[in-house]
């Protein structure tokens, strides 16, 4: 059956805006090209786009430099402001962006174990508010945050978890509560991660892959057939109570130090670091990348490596030591997915790049018969905020871009 009129002209719309998105701003001449349509359908779309307010004229192409087919259209940038979190145990990080993605302003602070929820919740809101200020959105319409925990998959909502601060929970509530106009919506810290890595990382080539995240705690996402699996409970990837060899005893339903957490945690890295006289660091991806400095001048014959570092062959070791409880989770992850592709994500996968990944790569090889790469991040412990301002651009656009009756055009300052 074909489309109807009105049908056609929503899917002509949200594929203009699309290439808008993608290709960044065109002639109508180009969008002509683009998309196959005739000249009378583009000059309609791009009347009805105009005037809904989601894209203008941004200034003009060719060498004469004048006419109608020497326009160019952009998207209305400042058609929505969107806000992205990153919600760490000890902080939180902001970025403000405009309906493009285009980062106007960021912050971060750090919130101690010992604040009450009150004020921690309140410095959270208060740093949300102070950035947008200064990216001159006056209105949020979408925030998106990244969280560490489960994500109920019936509600959305952050579950209450063993071992997280109560903050985390009630910002969500408060975010929506101050900012009664914007779409708030969470997600698993990982989960946001995998995503940013497909989208703009180092799984870009992958539709199928498996995002192990090295920091605080370890955790994984899985993107299978390019969608992320969250589970029956959204619990999917919650690697550190996979039963591993190596530990004292086996995890609980309320404490995963018996498995592969103990094995991979920032707590578990610095102390391995340590049998192998790494001096202790500010952070396990800071000993990590003493391991990875020092390995790499030795290969270099570096002479201006700190003598107060280990030796290159000490550090080697410790990285052996590293990939060899790395690759039981990894291998676990292969063994029941077979995803063909393993990133190595977080501050710790960052900061042992690909000398960490090659020793992975090279223990799961001899670990499976089924082929997989194993790949170091590309965007590190950023890709959570990463992964949240993307879709919180992507809710965003959902619904500006849906298109229907003319939308009324959007008050100064939105």
Known sequence: MPASPSTARAINDRLALRLLQ???PLTAGRLKQLTGLSRPTVADLVERLSAAGLIAVVGEAGEQRRGPNAKVYGIVADRAYLAALDVRTEGVAVAVADLVGRVLAEASVPIGGDTGTGPAVEQAVTLVEQAAKEAGADRLHTVGIGAPGLIDPSSGELRDSTGLPEWHRRLVATLQERLPEARVSVENETNLAALAEQRDGAARDRDTFVLLWL?????AAVVLDGALRRGASGGTGEI???PVPGTAALPTSTDCEGGFHSLASSAAVVDLAAEFGIPAAVSEAGVVRAAV????AAVDEDPGAEASLPTASAAARFLDALADR????????VAILDPGCVVLGGEVGQAGGEELA???RDRIARMTPLPTEVRATTLGGGAVLRGALLTARDRAQEELFTPGEPRP???PGW
Do not use: I, K
Request: net charge positive; proline share 7%; no cysteine.
């Open 22 to 24: 993608q290709e960044g």
């Open 326 to 333: 790395l690759a039981v989770g990894v291998a676990s992850v």
């Open 409 to 411: 055009q959007a008050p």
């Open 293 to 296: 400095g020092v390995v790499r």
């Open 215 to 219: 920091g605080h705690a370890p955790g």
């Open 240 to 242: 550190g109570f996979l």
């Open 358 to 360: 090659s020793r992975v």
